[in-house]
């Protein structure tokens, strides 16, 4: 499937037996054409708008049986009328646009110019809540941002840690007050592609997977400031290479590979007086593996400290699960699989099996292939089967818990297209 220029209006007297789906994000529509339709290929995707549909069409749509979820949509798709169901955050952890907001062309020019690779967008069917009760608060989130860029700014080897220390402490405080719950990490993350979410994304997994792990309040936050500190030295790395959407060149390479060396470097000869041992340490070993392939030293085995094992797993796990400019994030359940045949090679086992009882593979939400062909939505987890979720299947809306029904099983997560595919058909009610 691939999308293409929205609808023109001298378009707008479709029929709805020329469509073969429709998924409707706001006032806006994805229509997917039989090709029925002179000048458009079969399967392809328009973006229309909703007052261009059919009658007989926007009836089929808005008696749809139930609610669509939010969509994460690259901002290249995004049009005019969609709202956000997820505020959008700045660099400096300025909100840039809040939740609700109705996208105008100037809001979506500026999400390029910001660099904003994708954004969650409303279902128009979606009507229920989001939850956010499962995700970091935005205002941790955003004080995070703020105060760790700014500081990065202004750190000219004068500056206090106190006000990152103080972002640190709203994050524990937010993971130990147990409102994360046992979905983990996927749910924590936030759904937005740059630096310091990326910086407070794997504070927060740390700390959670530290808690796992039976630290206490004052061993979580140094966890916790060396795992938001952990990528300082990227700061000295040209931007060029940091979003290089090429191979980088061996040159280019050892320059990223330094950037642990550099952000050690930066904390050591400034605040070691703030820092701990434990902390420094994180910074600059959590690229090194436990079988010694890592960089920047190459030291290996319990030479790596299992607090900065716990950050890299978190760096790796929120790295995998973003998009990036050189690739689109990999679904939950392959970085999980991924992760899980490192054991003994890359990272610690013990750790390994500890981010398996922290992370799910198929979070709340996604949608999946089962064993029977039939299609579903994930709707809960149990804890010690990880791999067998509870879902509610798309077709009959029945519910399915895999831990007790051992004949099923899920086959893999749908890709983004056929997940929206799945949805288009069931907005419609076609089965086929
Ligand atoms: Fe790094």
New binding site residues.
Partial sequence: MKITSPLASHEKDLQADIFTGAHLLGPTVLVEFSGAFPGREPGTIVVCVKKYLSPSLLLRVETSRRTCQDMKLPVSHLTPGMKLARPIYGLKGQMLLNRGVELTTSYILGLRRHKILAVMIESILGLDEHDTENILEENVRIQAMASIETWVQNNKGQQKLSPVMDSVNSIVDEILSGKIPSGGLAEISTADAYTFAHSIDVCAFSVYMGLNYGYQKKALLKLGIGSIL??LG?TKVSLEILNKPDKLTDQEMDEIKN??LFGYNMLINNLSDQLCDTSLDIVLG??ERYNGSGYPKGIKGDEIGDMTTICALA?VYSAMTTDRVYRRAFPANEAYELIMTCGDLDFKMRLVRLFATCVCPYPVDTLVLLSTGEMGQVTANNRNLPFRPVVTLIESEEQVDLGKELSVVVKRALTDDEAKAALIRYALGNKS
């Fill in positions: 952990h990528d990227k950037h642990p959590h690229h760096d």
